[in-house]
DNA sequence: AATGAATGAGATTTCATTCAT
DNA sequence: TATGAATGAAATCTCATTCAT
């Protein structure tokens, strides 16, 4: 994780920094992203660089984590806990989520890059999945504590499955051919396959997606 | 794809070359595998290598080309078509397909390392994702056929998304502490995960896993 | 030079090779060029490559010398040593060969491949060198006879500096945009520069070119 | 083009470089070369000179760069602008680059390096020939103000003339035997060559050459 | 607090040639 | 006569990282 010093620069340099980084490990991966080409595009040197960093696993981290944090503020907790209808209100926080998504494209990448790393990256990547399993625990928690999310599975297991299917529709969305309408359904199906999957027995109707 | 040549190796030779890449590309993914390394623990040449393969893009298609197909053959498709029961039936073939990539550590390995390449590897791959198409069409439409699977969302979509599912599970199994019972749980949830996903509506009771 | 096994190959197989390894080493010039390439179109096994050739060098001997060959039989020897007008004749001469060159696009890519080989080619070339001294020998042995061409200067100087004005024309040829008039204007250029440096003073008016 | 950061080393590292590699590429020609063996005699590591250079193309273009920039200096501009006989100062100009060549061997050498280069090395030589082209429009447009030069030829393509057959000379002289008489000789003729090529018509008598 | 020169190992790939069969 | 498997050196280039200043 980025030395304290990293937090002394300016929130601008800071976020560019950040942002170059992003750019070039969803595009191409971890260990196909090229420490040089980034500090290159950024007109920062080598030093500066291992200054602020320690390494290109560090940096890796901090841009993930930068991402992590923008899911995780883009989902309204406050409002989900207090959501009259659980399910009808996951498909608000998903459609924002897909937005932000299809704003920042370098997400679904980055994501992609995190899949990839697997067992690799021992330390580096601990504080990744610890801010990952926070979003999944805490939006599985409250939907248990509604009734509305099965509790006959262990909350990392359903976890890990539903961030699966999710990381398969991008890949679909990825390769589809008409972009616009792909979006659209895909978005549409994660909602209803989260739910399928998720739901408690006997919490209603059978099928929500008209 | 492997040049004709490679043929001609004997069968054990040609199990050793595969069997030595597939646990340096499993190991590490596409990217950071060495080329150097799985030659020089196989004793091969590298003129020799370049005889018998394209480079490294080519050696790994053959690689995972070899395992999907190890795959294939781990389902008795003709058995799954006249089985009274499909959801049943699919359960056994899970089961054997679980028990198939525990067997063989590589074969995750090799799943997750796919999934990276994503659009990189343009023509080299193209093969292997024929042939996991293959597999999920011709599972998916026996299901269709008898009435068992959805037919409201496009085949290579619920494909995708089921896939990813199962990768997300393999990921958890893989990070999970007590192994041995970890395993049968997540294949179990496995298929009731991708019941819930393709079921047709109004199929039978809501939830058959006890 | 080919081993003397080359020439009991049916004349076409022996046209063949030596057409294909002229595409490639026109192309690319003779360091660049790849044995491996040439024998892979050829479908020619390495074995016989080396069986009926010392190796790439004597290959590209063989290629020079074929090339060669062509471009002393288009010249009409008789008709120049008898004709009135010796520079008109010359004329008709090189008219032949540009057309020469113009249909055999290698021509010129070897003449430029010959060139690049300088001193390192040692014994390989010397068969080349040979031939290209004896077109030019008798050339200007012809025109000397004649007293058309001066004789204040080795022949051999004479010839190199000829030898290298046309290659500087080809090179002018390649480079230029609008192709056809530019190839008939460096054709006829050829012949007046030609003669401006080899005409023998005071033979007759200043500049026949119209 | 080297990066801008090749010019803060001192000049000598920077002499030396350049000298290497040009004995490099002059011996061998562009292809033959190999920048292992350079780097090798100079003690420069892999990564320091691709942080100087772009590559092998690169610094062969900055090696022909360099010699050319000799080339353009050797020659006194305003001296041959103004002097009452143009011929008479060519034949200086001329003596003076033959004396620069026979100084330093590796000129004709890259000049023959450069020659093979043909079509191939697309954008790294174009500031090569922008240098060369400089060189003889400046001189056959200075010729030509003065009515030495004929004009019913394209400058470019006297240029590519003279170039090649100055290149043939050189030649000649490479393989010459008695290599001090010749030399002269071919300087001589060179001049005399040159004229006949370029004069325009009825300036003055036919043949300066006693 | 920052620079950027330097490293050197390692990457993938291509080459001409040999030789047992 | 002919094959084609095998070699291994050498090619160009990129990498993350270090460290003296």
Redesign the pocket.
Known sequence: MPRP?FD??TPERREEILDVAASEFAARGFE??????I?ERLG?????????F?????LFAAVVEAAGQKVLDAVDWDRLEGAPDFWLEIDRVLVALSQLFAEDQRLAGLARAVATMGGRASQALSSINEQSETFWERLLAIGRARGAVRDDVPTRLLQHALQGMFQGIDRYDTTAGDERRHGQLASRMAVDFMRRMSESAGTGPRNRTP
């Open positions: 010093r002394k620069l196909a992203a090229s420490l040089n080409r500090l920062l040197s080598k030093g500066a660089a291992y200054y602020y320690d390494g290109k696993q560090d």
